[in-house]
């Protein structure tokens, strides 16, 4: 349609049609034909808000064709259908945080191609991804679903995932909503739904940017967030959402509500009822709600009594025609069902070398890795018959997946014996149990632990206190650890663990942030050597619980450990435990060695309009061939406020066979360097910037 025919549709609306374009309802309501069914006695609805509700979130694609025929013989708009999709649909491709683990923005690309394909035949329309939270609290179970704690990293990954998701809007592209708008990251201890104190700055620097991508990228749609920050809910902060969201950034998407959050501002105590939590969240900016029954129910009162004027009621409702409209849904509502086939190999593969490109090596003593055909292998844990390797965002998830024991099975290795242990999380191995896996151990050249926690420990409301493995299995590895030295720890997980009580008595470590689908053939690839490392920490692994948050992004203090005077013991540190997290973001080794050399800037002194060239040699200098994740950081030796001893710039990720070498160069301007000074002006001051490398660091000034 055009915008002259969109405005037409629009002016012949009734008012609860408007309203309806302003609800999202979830697929069990439109079930049983709209009948007053289970869910809408408890949210209480009424029935007519079912047969008039625009938005639709989970259904699947039968109910889309059966909602559409009746939406379209009332004259109404098509139903948006709205899903989670937010790592795989039908394939499972690694948890987010792991996408974001291998620095491979062309792979995650191809990787988002292929799920939205998935989606879309499926009759999705919209998905409720990326999330853009940046992450750096590993209690809080979200984690999994975050590019991690780098605000750069975070920014790469909201543009590459929004464009790949949504192309042209052409089949078999989908809208993305990019979520919870804005600073639900850092609740309060850790715990989901608690408030976040996050400061402006912050806010701004840190957090804010990788959304600025995702709605630059062309995202249809933004999710605000539950939470409360600094002491205001963001379904009723109008700074954030109308004059931060609209007016500065300009986004003129659709904004929704997230599950029940509008009614949930009573529960905040900044509502009396859920008809001030309506207006409240009306005047604050939020177009769409998602499963409250506040809109549905409130907004004809609210206009009957002046609180709330038709035009501001429009305004929002052309937002929800126009996203139904650049998605083509006004010609063809169900036009999903006109798509080919999908070619399945070609997911599988994508899905398997994304699950290789993040699986992190964290250690690797000795080179007890890879494994040898003419080892003797042991492998024992909870996860060898494990086969959900996906998250609780995988709702429509082919679920049978290949385990660790089905890919041995499957082809010969090297000679192996299995030692399952599956009920290790609930109590230690018996004093039979324990004799007879130490003797399998005494047996084999190398024992390979299969650890972690399980997929459905991380995601949503799964906030945790204590994140370090559980007590029976680092017991049972410090056992093993007796008889046989040679200890492989694969650890699977959706969040940075603590493992610090393995560190010592694994020779490796391996990191498999839930890999998906393909991930049980990826981990026994990598192991044996078929496939090498390339992955690094998109988040930093604690040492322990207490160092929360900790990142690379280390600021400075007053009183730092390397100017301590000697016997002085006033100085920033703990008693119990180092100030460094036990693995840092941007750690994780390869089979190939690489070596750096030759930083160069090319300008000593630089100004406004300058590009500065920044390059380094990378050289493999193994027998392997490779694949390197070069990362280059930043420091801004003096400032008006205090800045990180480094931060990431750019990056890149190069193939390199044995004894190649390739420069690799970054384009940097003035303003890749700004930041939000004393004044809260965001700017580059000047002075001297630091470029760093590996361990090559190299200093110019900027001069305006
Ligand atoms: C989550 C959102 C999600 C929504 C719809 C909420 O509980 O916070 O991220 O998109 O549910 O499933």
């Known amino acids: ?6 405005i037409q549709f629009l002016s012949k609306m009734t008012i609860e049609e408007k309203v309806g374009e302003l609800t999202a309802l979830g697929g069990q309501f439109f079930m049983d034909e709209y009948i007053k069914t289970g869910p809408t006695v408890n949210l209480g609805i009424d029935p007519w808000v079912i047969e008039y509700a625009g938005v639709g979130c989970n259904l699947s694609k039968e109910m889309v064709i059966k909602v559409n025929k009746m939406r379209l013989e009332k004259g109404r708009s098509p139903i948006l259908n709205c899903v989670d999709v937010i790592h795989g649909y039908k394939t499972s491709f690694p948890i987010p945080l792991a ?29 409720f991804s990326p999330m853009l939270d940046l992450s750096v609290d590993p209690r809080w179970g979200r984690v999994m679903e975050s590019f991690g704690e780098d605000t750069y990293l975070g920014r790469k990954y909201a543009e590459c995932y929004v464009k790949s998701m949504q192309g042209n809007l052409k089949p078999p592209y989908i809208g993305s909503t990019v979520k919870h708008f804005l600073g639900y990251s850092l609740p309060l201890g850790g715990r989901d739904y608690e408030m976040s104190m996050i400061s402006n700055r912050a806010l701004f620097d840190i957090y804010l940017p990788p959304y600025n991508e995702g709605i630059k990228s062309g995202a249809l749609m933004v999710m605000s967030g539950f939470n409360a920050l600094d002491y205001v809910p963001i379904s009723a902060n109008k700074e954030l959402l109308t004059n931060l969201l609209r007016k500065k950034i300009k986004f003129d998407g659709v904004v929704i509500s997230d599950y029940n959050a509008i009614h949930e501002l009573v529960n905040h105590r900044v509502a009396k009822d859920d008809k001030e939590a309506a207006l409240l969240a009306f005047n604050a900016g939020i177009d769409v709600d998602l499963m409250s029954s506040c809109y549905p129910n409130n907004l004809i009162s609210l206009y009957n009594e002046k609180k709330i004027t038709m035009e501001e009621i429009d305004k929002k409702v052309f937002r929800v025609l126009e996203v139904k409209n650049k998605l083509g849904l006004f010609e063809n509502p169900n036009q999903f069902l006109n798509y080919g086939e999908i070619n399945t190999q070609n997911t599988l593969n994508t899905a398997y ?18 494994l040898k055909k003419n080892d003797k292998i042991l492998f024992v844990g909870p996860f060898i ?26 082809s010969k290795y090297s000679e192996y014996s299995l030692f399952e242990t599956n009920n290790i999380f609930e109590k230690p191995l018996s004093l039979n149990e324990t004799s007879e896996l130490l003797d399998k151990a005494k047996n084999a050249t190398k024992v390979v632990f299969l650890v972690g926690e399980k997929s459905y420990e991380s995601g949503e409301a799964k906030s945790k206190t ?30 940075p663990l603590v493992l610090t009580d393995i560190v010592q008595e694994s020779k490796a470590i391996v990191y498999a942030l839930n890999p998906g689908t393909m991930g049980s053939k990826a981990v026994i690839r990598l192991l044996y050597g078929y496939e090498n490392f390339s992955a690094k920490l998109s988040m930093s692994i604690p040492y322990s619980v207490g160092q929360i948050p900790v990142t690379y992004k280390a600021l400075p203090t007053g009183r730092p450990k390397d100017k301590r005077i000697e016997e002085n013991n006033y100085y920033s540190h703990y008693l119990d435990a ?10 994780g080794l390869s089979y190939s060695k690489f070596k750096y050399s030759n930083l160069v800037v090319d300008k000593d002194v630089f100004n406004d309009k300058d590009i500065l060239n920044v390059s380094v040699d990378v ?15 930043f420091r801004d030796e003096v400032a008006t406020i205090t800045r990180a001893e480094k931060e990431l710039i750019r990056f890149d990720k190069i193939s390199l066979e044995p004894n190649e070498t390739k420069t690799v160069s970054f384009k940097i301007k003035a303003k890749d360097l700004s930041f939000t000074n004393i004044e809260m002006k965001k700017l580059t001051e000047e002075g001297d910037f630091t470029f760093i490398v590996s361990n090559l660091s190299k200093t110019v000034i900027f001069k305006k």
């Not at 349609?1 to 969109?6: A, F, G, V």
């Not at 029976?472 to 650890?491: A, L, Y």
């Not at 180092?578 to 750690?587: A, M, Q, R, T, Y």
């Open 1 to 6: 349609m055009t915008d002259q025919e969109l």
């Open 99 to 127: 996408l974001a683990s291998s620095f491979n923005m062309s792979l995650i690309k191809k990787s988002v191609k292929c799920f939205t394909e998935e989606a879309y035949v499926n009759g999705v329309q919209v998905s």
């Open 353 to 370: 070398k994304m699950s290789v490109e993040s699986i992190t090596l964290l250690k690797n003593e000795n080179d007890i890795l890879p």
């Open 385 to 410: 018959n494990e086969e959900s390797f996906y998250s609780s965002w995988s709702l429509f998830v082919d679920k049978n997946m290949s385990t660790i024991w089905d890919i041995l099975g499957k």
């Open 466 to 495: 204590d994140i370090s493995l559980n007590c029976n299995i680092t017991s049972m590895i410090k056992k093993v650890h007796d008889v046989n030295e040679k200890i492989v720890s694969v650890v699977y997980g959706g969040r």
């Open 578 to 587: 180092p100030n460094e997290p036990l693995f840092k973001f941007g750690d």
């Open 619 to 633: 050289k493999n200098v193994s027998k392997v061939k490779g694949k390197e994740v070069i990362l280059l950081y």
